[in-house]
């Protein structure tokens, strides 16, 4: 137990920042550690901002529905670029090349600056026809359009939280990646009642005060992510030199990067379409929808936390010439993750009513939410294969096969299943869930397979 707590406080303070040797275990747990406390906090702002979202009412929980579904495209486009970067970051520490990824961590934050402003003001200006074009009634979107138009302004501080984060994990530093993000919602927490209620001095800003606690709470962990690049406390310390364009490094990195985005635009697209489908069974269904999901958000995002650790082995292994070892650390992730999710799926299961009564005791948005919450479970246990392996395709710079096998998984087989279930054979809502639960099975089943044929190991980038 005195070794195991040595360990735990080693993960936590992340002092070990090379896993190109050693125990492949000790390499998975000293990176999951902090990579699931990171994603603990993430996905418990989710389950809160939804608890104080829903005192409003129902239309203030289904305006975050129908924002989100919309506003991951944008966190898919930032997760590709942070794909590359940790992608291209892990792979230079595995040769000891710790400028070279500083190059590379300064490229893709000057690509993500970009996009990130052009997409803040289109969305700022656009917010009222994004919730009209999601289904929306009128009187919602006069309700909600603040949020929406001030989560789209300041998308570029979820950008950049998601970017730094995903640098940090490739050059090994997943502690300041935890640390990160438990300062940014953190304080998105804290400040959530004050500006949504009014308390104190704070203005009563309703369901537009949870994208401003957002936006402040995030701000603050890009300044501290900041802080820490530029002092040179991580693996990586980037200076002004490391800012001049460098287009080879650009333009190989953005080809990550497309494929990156390409995966998770054609996975949050996905789940636009699902929303829509949601939508036509009324609000009560999409608010139920709503608060499951972020439930199940809460449960699986430890999950990516243990996927992320397979991408950074993969990139680093990579780099130091060792595909054997690299390949060893993916299967011992992904049998640890499937476990975990089977027991969540458990609980789902078993307690269901309970968990979506935390929320609302509205019966038509409890019994929307326990179908979903059930149903949607189910598939996870498959999923958490996937989720290991796509990272460690990712983590090795082969975007390309994770972005087609979604595309089949999500557009050709989920989105139509669903509308075929939901709506053509009447099955309702439950429809849709049961095409997220065997698509995600699918996925697994593919990705296995192709995981097995070796030619990721074969990626340069």
């Known amino acids: 137990m005195r070794e195991f707590w040595q360990t735990l406080l080693t993960a936590i303070k992340g002092s070990e920042k090379n896993f190109t040797s050693g125990s492949i275990n000790r390499a998975i747990f000293l990176l999951s550690v902090p990579m699931i406390l990171e994603t603990v906090m993430e996905s418990l702002f989710a389950v809160v901002d939804v608890f104080f979202v829903a005192q409003i009412g129902v239309n203030a929980v289904a305006t975050v529905g129908l924002t989100e579904s919309v506003i991951t495209l944008v966190y898919a486009l930032a997760i590709g670029i942070s794909m590359a970067a940790s992608a291209m970051v892990a792979r230079r520490i595995g040769e000891k090349n710790p400028d070279a990824a500083a190059i590379a961590a300064a490229q893709a934050i000057i690509v993500a600056v970009i996009i990130s402003t052009i997409l803040g003001v289109l969305g700022f200006i656009y917010a009222p026809d994004v919730l009209r074009l999601m289904g929306g009634e009128e009187d919602l979107i006069a309700e909600g359009v603040g949020y929406t138009r001030i989560l789209f302004g300041t998308n570029i501080v979820i950008t950049l939280l998601f970017l730094l984060n995903g640098i940090f994990r490739g050059a090994g530093d997943a502690s300041l990646a935890m640390q990160s993000l438990w300062i940014a919602n953190g304080l998105n927490i804290i400040l959530d009642p004050f500006f949504i209620f009014g308390w104190g001095f704070f203005p009563e800003m309703g369901v537009q005060g949870a994208a401003v606690a957002t936006s402040i709470g995030r701000g603050v962990g890009v300044a501290f992510q900041i802080y820490v690049l530029l002092r040179g406390s991580s693996v990586i310390r980037l200076t002004r030199k490391h800012f001049q364009v460098h287009w080879t490094t650009m333009r190989k990195q953005l080809e990550v990067a497309a494929g990156g985005a390409g995966q998770h635009i054609i996975a949050s697209a996905s789940w636009i379409f699902m929303t829509r489908i949601i939508a036509i069974f009324g609000s009560e269904a999409l608010a139920g929808y709503t608060i499951a999901i972020r439930i199940i958000i809460f449960a699986i995002l430890p999950s990516w936390g243990i996927s992320n650790s397979a991408a950074t082995l993969v990139g680093q292994n990579l780099g130091a010439k060792q ?48 179908l979903s919450l059930q149903i949607i479970s189910a598939g996870y246990v498959f999923f958490g294969y996937a989720m290991v392996l796509g990272a460690s395709f990712n983590g090795a710079g082969d975007t390309r096969t994770p972005t087609i096998t979604n595309f089949i998984c999500f557009w050709m087989i989920e989105i139509p299943l669903a509308y075929f279930l939901a709506v053509g054979s009447d099955w309702g809502p439950s429809g849709v869930y049961w095409s997220i639960a065997i698509s995600e099975a699918l996925l697994a089943i593919m990705l296995i397979y192709i995981f097995r044929q070796g030619k990721w190991k074969l990626v340069e980038i």
């Open 323 to 370: 595909p054997d070892r690299a390949e060893k650390s993916v299967w011992r992730t992904a049998i640890l993750n499937m476990f975990f999710l089977i027991l969540v799926t458990i609980v789902f299961i078993l307690f269901a009513p309970t968990l979506i009564q935390l929320f609302t005791d509205e019966p038509g948005v409890v019994a929307a939410g326990v």
